[in-house]
């Protein structure tokens, strides 16, 4: 069975930098687009960053610039850089696998000084 595991969140303040980090088990991570969604209190889940098994990513306007996202095929992990973050990126943010709709628990980061 296919879990993901979130790490890195906390409280950082505006400027600072976070990096999250997902953990997959399971072959199939290598072959699997993976995704970074966030969501803010009475606001719907958002797409933050994708990246296919081949390393093309995907981002958000809101962040572009701002988040990196990367992989290590070798370690089954994902991650999200976030770079000069401002207080509206306050928000869980998730690690998905679309192919099996799977979702990790969620890790809060907290932007404000």
């Known amino acids: 069975q296919v879990q993901l595991v979130e790490s890195g969140g906390g409280l950082v303040q505006p400027g600072g930098s976070l990096r999250l980090s997902c953990a997959a088990s399971g072959s199939i991570f290598k072959i699997s687009t993976m995704a970074w969604y966030r969501q803010a209190p009475g606001k719907q889940r958002e797409l933050v960053a994708s990246?296919?098994?081949?390393?093309?990513?995907n981002y958000a306007d809101s962040v572009k610039g701002r988040f990196t996202i990367s992989r290590d095929n070798a370690k089954n992990t994902v991650n999200l850089q976030m770079n000069s973050l401002k207080p509206e990126d306050t928000a869980v943010y998730y690690c998905?696998?679309?192919?099996?709709?799977?979702w990790g628990q969620g890790t809060q980061v907290t932007v404000s000084s």
């Open positions: 990246i296919t098994s081949f390393g093309s990513t």
């Open positions: 998905n696998m679309p192919r099996l709709a799977l």
